[in-house]
Every structure is written in C-alpha cells, then in structure tokens.
C-alpha cells in the first residue's frame, strides 16, 4: 500500500471449544517497519491497534461498575497542586475512566473548573487504580468542595468532598465526603430489591387472610327441666 491508502481488513477469532466462561481482551495490530540504512541497525517500527472484547459464555457482557475511594489534595515542590482519586472496579469487566475535576464553595466563594483529570487508566474487574487531576499553581489552598464526576462508557459516579490543599511539597488530608452519587447499576438494584420486598409483604398479607379458620358459631345449649 502506498501513501495515504485505505483498505479493509477482515480478523476471525476462533475460540476453543474448551474456553471457560468470561470477558477477554486482545488487540489487533496493524504495524510497518522501515528498513535499516545501509551499515545502520535501526529499524523504525510504526504500529496501531484496535482493542477488542470478547464474551464468551451465555447471558451476554458481564455489567460494568465502579466505586471512588479516598480523594487527596496535594501539592508538588513547585506549588503546582493536584487531588488523587482511588478508584476501584466492581463490576465484571474492564473499565477505561476519564472524568472532570470542580472546585466550588472556596474562599470567598471562589469557584475553579471543570478540570479534566490527567490520562485516564484502564482497570480489569476486581482492581484498583487512581487517576489525579492537576490545577493551576495560584489556586488558593481553600478549604474547596471538590466535586469529582468520572465515568467509563454509560456508568457515571460522582462524589464531593471537603479539601484543603497542603503547602508546596507536602500531601494533605484526605477529604471529607459530602455527597455520593451512586451508580445506575446500583440503584436499580436498590429499586428492584425494594419493590420484591414490598412484592412478598403483600403476598405474605393475602397469605394470611386467606389462610384464617373460620370463625365458629357458638353453640346452643337446651336444658331439660326436671
């Protein structure tokens, strides 16, 4: 292919019939290599890929889900500050986050952002990372409302936490939480759970009513007199 050409390519996976159940990864690599100058031993190697996931299994791809942990400001030698955020995966694939960073409620009311957290980071089922969101060095210590919103495809979390950024060099205080927004995996668990709660009292109601023994009648009692 020359210069700026296009084609397309087709890629089978064949997998075992033997394969266990659950998501794996792979890539498909797409490369070319110059060739080395005369007498030199340098080969320049340009490559790209398109990442792919396969279920294997019946019940289609496992759900997605994450959890924010701790939220901790900092601030390196220069006084550039910065706030890192634990995350960890809790659903049954990987996930790529990318999110925003918004300080409001800061001094004298101050409000800064939204600022993109730095390179997102991809994190298989049952791990755990952190991404850090970087700020600009004039940015008063605070004490700020950090809200932190991140996201991986359609699942959306969000926390804010109170923060005081530390001194140049030196790492702060972890944040207190505010408010947490809980994911859509998680609350329609949390609505389904309810409405069976509330599905069983009822049946357990009706259970019981029509279960009742009826009522008995007194009886008569005829005295024979003497």
């Known amino acids: ?21 659950g998501e ?7 490369s070319t290599a110059s060739t080395p100058r005369t007498g030199g031993e340098i080969t320049q190697v340009h490559r790209v890929g398109v ?3 396969l279920d294997i299994g019946p019940g289609g791809e496992p759900p997605s889900d994450f959890s924010i942990g701790e939220v901790r400001p900092a601030r390196d030698p220069d006084g550039k500050p910065s706030l890192t955020v634990q995350v960890s995966n809790t659903g049954g694939r990987a996930i ?17 952002g939204p600022f993109p957290v730095g390179q997102g980071v991809t994190l298989a ?8 969101a970087t700020f600009p060095a004039a940015l008063p210590n605070g004490p700020w409302n950090a809200e932190v919103k991140l996201e991986s495809g359609l699942v959306q979390r969000s926390v804010t936490a109170r923060i005081t950024f530390p001194d140049p060099g030196q790492i702060g205080e972890r ?24 599905g069983l009292t009822v049946l357990a109601r009706r259970s019981r009513r029509s279960g009742r ?3 008995a009648r007194p009886r008569e009692h005829a005295s024979a007199g003497r």
């Open 24 to 30: 794996r990864y792979g890539v498909v690599w797409a």
């Open 175 to 198: 944040g207190s939480l505010i408010s947490r927004i809980i994911s859509g995996w998680t609350l329609a668990a949390a609505v389904a759970g309810l409405l069976l709660i509330a």
């Open 51 to 53: 990442r792919m996931y």
């Open 96 to 112: 790529d986050l990318t999110g925003t960073v918004t300080l409001t409620d800061g001094p004298a009311g101050s409000r800064a």
């Open 213 to 215: 023994p009826p009522t």
């Open 1 to 21: 292919m020359g210069p700026r050409d296009e084609t397309r390519v087709q890629a089978t996976i064949t997998v075992p019939p033997a394969a266990s159940r």
């Open 125 to 132: 089922p049952g791990a755990a990372g952190q991404v850090i």
